[in-house]
């Protein structure tokens, strides 16, 4: 079955501490992104990459970092730099030239 | 810079009735555009796209969506109503040449007995 996994579904970290979140998908797709989701604020980009060790940031990106070493995986660094990461995180991938997103089930991250 | 706007943080329909979520869009060209439904704690799943051509588009699960340029909207509806359509449901816009999307803030769907 194609799709997009993020693991793992729920993360606790105690402030100070980085923490990285998983996102793999087996759809073959170029393209790859990271949002930030808080209740009410709808979705905000983070970081994306539409090619192997390629990336550009999004709106939010400070305190934030990520790497594309693999077409598969784009995984998420959330480091003790932001100020407020406790959110519900939200990977996907789209197609070779196309604007049509696929999502991942989302890792709620709870920092205290 | 894109934006989507949904006037509606929460609708509350009854099962069984119609339903129409708004959304309009600032953009200068064509805009590629997506409906997206979010149950909680889940990813989201695209509903409907419109990218050219007819203006009323089907989706998944009964929906459909109306392009209207010239009231840069692209409202979402259903004839009728079901107690599982309760969710969210985002509007977005393709940024162009990017590949990005920028998302409404989302309207929250109530369905009564």
């Known amino acids: 079955d194609g799709g997009i996994t993020q693991s793992p579904k729920y993360l606790f970290r105690k402030e100070g501490q980085n923490v990285t979140l998983s996102c793999e998908q087996n759809?073959?797709?170029?393209?790859m992104y990271w949002y930030r989701q808080d209740p009410g604020q709808g979705l905000r980009l983070i970081y994306y990459s539409q090619i192997v060790n390629d990336f550009q940031k999004g709106d939010i990106a400070e305190g934030y970092s990520v790497s594309r070493e693999k077409k598969e995986s784009f995984p998420l660094t959330v480091t003790s730099a932001q100020k407020n990461p406790t959110a519900f995180y939200l990977c996907a991938s789209s197609g070779e030239r196309s604007y049509e997103q696929y999502f991942g089930p989302g890792t709620r991250l709870t920092v205290t | 810079a894109q934006s989507v706007t949904q006037p509606d943080i929460h609708i509350t329909v009854s099962e069984g009735a119609s339903l129409e979520l708004r959304c309009n869009y600032s953009?200068?060209?064509?805009?590629?555009l997506f409906w997206y439904v979010q149950s909680p704690g889940q990813g989201l799943q695209l509903l409907l796209k419109?990218?050219?051509?007819?203006?009323l588009v089907q989706g998944i699960k009964g929906f459909e969506a109306e392009f209207k340029r010239s009231q840069s909207s692209f409202n979402l509806r259903k004839p009728s109503v079901h107690w599982s359509d309760a969710a969210e449901y985002f509007c977005?816009?393709?940024?162009?040449?990017?590949?990005?999307?920028?998302f409404g803030k989302g309207t929250m769907l109530l369905v009564s007995p």
């Open positions: 977005a816009v393709g940024n162009s040449g990017y590949s990005t999307l920028t």
């Open positions: 419109y990218f050219s051509g007819d203006t």
């Open positions: 759809l073959n797709h170029d393209a």
């Open positions: 953009y200068g060209a064509t805009p590629y």
